[in-house]
């Protein structure tokens, strides 16, 4: 099935722990993003990556960090420099083919305990 | 900047009765702008967009969407809604760097 996966589905962090998010798309995608979404407060762009080997930050990148050494692959890792990391973080992909559309994985939901 | 202001957190509505989800837009140039819906712990489903041409944009189940240039609106409707309607609907419009700005959200609830 062609689509965007991410993984975990769930994690949990400990205090000063650095964790990876994974992202993988198989639709042949140029450009992708890592949004957070905190309840009421809608989606935030973390980093986006328009081609392999760039990225740039978004609007709260503080605290994070990515790469983007495939076209298929962008993860995410949360830092321990980022002191409210609890939020659901969305993967998206886009292809400049198909216009401005932007497709979203399933959501991985990070916890600090 | 590019934004759009979804100016209610929730709407409640009857099942059967039509629905309507309200977003508004500030944009320099033709606009694009986008509807998604995301049910509780998914990710974000792509439901229609407005590029140009009709006003009218038709979209996947059921939803339609009405683009107002003089009232800078972009409302999302359904003439008869279903429980399984409800969830949260987004909407969003392009802004620099080829990426989009979503507002905040309006969840959708359809009672019966």
């Known amino acids: 099935d062609g689509g965007i996966t991410q993984s975990p589905k769930y994690l949990f962090r400990k205090e000063g722990q650095n964790v990876t998010l994974s992202c993988e798309q198989n639709l042949n995608h140029d450009a992708m993003y890592w949004y957070r979404q905190d309840p009421g407060q809608g989606l935030r762009l973390i980093y986006y990556s328009q081609i392999v080997n760039d990225f740039q930050k978004g609007d709260i990148a503080e605290g994070y960090s990515v790469s983007r050494e495939k076209k298929e692959s962008f993860p995410l890792t949360v830092t321990s420099a980022q002191k409210n990391p609890t939020a659901f973080y969305l993967c998206?992909?886009?292809?400049?083919?198909?216009?401005?559309?932007?497709?979203f994985g399933e959501g991985s939901w990070l916890t600090v305990v | 900047a590019q934004s759009v202001a979804q100016p209610e957190d929730q709407v409640n509505v009857a099942e059967g009765n039509p629905l309507t989800v309200k977003c508004t837009y500030s944009v320099s140039g033709n606009p694009y702008l986008f509807w998604y819906v995301q049910y509780p712990n998914r990710g974000l489903q792509f439901l229609l967009k407005?590029?140009?041409?009709?006003?009218l944009v038709k979209g996947s189940y059921g939803f339609e969407a009405e683009f107002n240039k003089s009232q800078t609106s972009f409302h999302l409707k359904k003439p008869s809604a279903l429980v399984s309607d409800s969830a949260l609907y987004f909407c969003a419009v392009p802004g620099g760097g080829n990426k989009l700005t979503f507002g905040t959200g309006t969840q959708l609830k359809v009672e019966l």
């Open positions: 407005y590029i140009t041409g009709d006003n």
């Open positions: 998206a992909s886009r292809s400049w083919a198909a216009g401005n559309t932007i497709y």
